[in-house]
């Protein structure tokens, strides 16, 4: 059963930092892997997909890696600024042809990130 | 750019009632997932369509139902109301099944008492 997991739990840094979430999967057979940001109480924007066959995805001052072979995934944020504060959240998407589905995203329970102006 | 619509935005309901959560994807996504977040939650998904049809079910409670309509929007229905039911519910849509990334809606909070 994919079991996705995301470390840190929580993550203040101080404004201008440079910092990395972790998301790490306990099953390679993924389809892919999305990032997002959750603010408090609302929906879930999506920052960046990286397919399977790929190794990373850049938007901005986001940088996000995937090494689907050691089931992990970096989310690299560089020059944090206060507004970046939300949770964010990883999620994969099975490969259907391993008992996963189309459907579903299985989701990390979050890195809380604070960042102190 | 449009997004992906969801209303109500907050709606509060009494144990044993119904309710029914509407979701309007972005225009010309055929694809339409639900997921549900309880405090403190990751999202989980609960059913999805793909041109009108159930595509996938996941941890959808036999009490609700969904369905797709012909314009691609969708409805969540929710009976005989729990406490536990309380959550953000989420809706999201794709342009189709096999294109990966998925745009969220805002959510609608239910609040049960």
């Known amino acids: 059963k994919q079991e996705v997991t995301q470390i840190p739990a929580a993550l203040s840094v101080p404004e201008g930092e440079n910092l990395v979430l972790n998301c790490s999967f306990t099953d390679s057979a993924i389809y892919n892997l999305q990032w997002f940001r959750q603010d408090p109480g609302k929906g879930l924007t999506s920052l960046l997909l990286?397919?399977?066959?790929?190794r990373e995805q850049t938007s901005g001052r986001l940088n996000a890696s995937l090494d689907k072979s050691s089931g992990r995934s970096t989310l690299y944020i560089a020059a944090s600024q206060p507004g970046d504060s939300a949770t964010y959240l990883c999620?994969?998407?099975?490969?259907?042809?391993?008992?996963?589905?189309?459907?579903?995203?299985?989701f990390g329970k979050g890195t809380k990130l604070s960042v102190k102006p | 750019a449009a997004g992906v619509i969801q209303s109500p935005r907050h709606l509060i309901k009494e144990k044993r009632e119904t309710a029914t959560l509407k979701c309007y994807p972005i225009p010309r996504h055929d694809t339409v997932y639900w997921y549900q977040q309880g405090p403190g939650q990751d999202p989980q998904f609960l059913i999805s369509f793909y041109e009108k049809m159930q595509s996938d079910k996941g941890s959808i409670p036999d009490r609700f139902s969904a369905q797709q309509f012909s314009d691609y929007h969708s409805e969540l229905n929710m009976s005989s109301l729990e406490l536990g039911d309380s959550a953000l519910y989420f809706c999201?849509?794709?342009?189709?099944?096999?294109?990966?990334?998925?745009?969220f809606g805002p959510g609608t909070r239910l609040t049960v008492l």
């Open positions: 999620a994969v998407r099975p490969h259907s042809g391993y008992g996963g589905s189309q459907g579903n995203l299985i």
């Open positions: 999201a849509s794709s342009l189709s099944p096999t294109e990966g990334r998925r745009f």
């Open positions: 990286i397919q399977s066959s790929q």
